[in-house]
């Protein structure tokens, strides 16, 4: 498969070569982690020079809270909220991937305008779908942007209710049936990444499911992208608040590299990195070069 690449040519990371790391930077007053800590330009922009400082290779920013029970954010609000964002750490930092985190199509097109290189859409590109009535085909709002710009597009499983029954054929047939979305607009294989959706739409013990066969997801053959940062299942098991959930991010996300996922999405970048080297090293072996 051929390595995914920005629409405005910003560098994007090698993830065939080393575990690549995603900073998240929530610019929203409800966030269930951070919420209206970085929620001015000025203050997202120090975050961003953190986290980049720290050894993030893409920051994700997003403009509305998906914890459950939030808001609902209005495209034109959103839009207000991260694109002077996205337009002022673009011009600091003309190098660093942007990611928009949004599951509307409205945003993410006037973000990759702006400057944002990759879209990561919590809904995988289900948000929006409308039935042509010529053809019976359900074409993806979202999906389209993505076309359009031949934007890489991050896929994220996620239902509006737990599943019943027989968790694995459920989950891996609406997994099919997102990527066909992003396949069938006409979205190349290489700009496509795919995330089980760990805390969406799943029990604690679904989420813990997952990550116990998460080979299982990786065999569907795109890379994968894990978001477990600071999640609630994790508070369960470790009967943890918010800000003391670190082990179970890190157990977790190192799990998940082992098991073939290639990107993490976490708040605590510094606290993640060393991490990530000591797997990456352990997954060149022979090949590591030591600084």
Known sequence: ???????????????????????????????????????????????????????????????????????????????????????????????????????????????????????????????????????????????????????????????????????WPTFLCECRAMIERATSAGLADEQIWIDPGFGFGKTPAQNLEILHSLERFVDLGYPVLLGTSRKSTLGLVLEAEVDQRHPGTAASNIWGLAKGCHMVRVHEVARLRPYLKMCEAMQQGLKYRFP
């Open 1 to 167: 498969m051929k390595l995914w690449h920005s629409p405005h040519g910003t560098p994007l990371p090698d993830y065939r070569q080393r575990p690549v790391l995603m900073g998240i930077l929530n610019v929203t007053p409800d966030s269930f982690s951070d919420g209206g800590a970085y929620d001015g330009v000025d203050k997202a922009l120090r975050q961003a020079e953190e986290m980049i400082t720290q050894g993030a290779d893409i920051i994700d920013i997003g403009g509305e809270s998906t914890r459950p029970g939030a808001d609902k954010v209005e495209a034109r609000e959103e839009r207000e909220r991260v694109l002077p964002v996205i337009q002022a750490i673009r011009h600091r930092f003309p190098r660093i991937p942007l990611s928009i985190d949004t599951y509307k199509a409205e945003v993410a097109d006037a973000a990759i305008d702006s400057g944002a290189d990759l879209i990561n859409d919590v809904w995988g590109f289900a948000h929006g779908l409308s039935e042509d009535p010529s053809s019976g085909d359900q074409r993806s709002p979202m999906a389209g942007v993505a076309v359009r710009w031949n934007c890489p597009a991050i896929l994220m499983h996620n239902r509006p209710q737990p599943m019943e029954g027989d968790f």
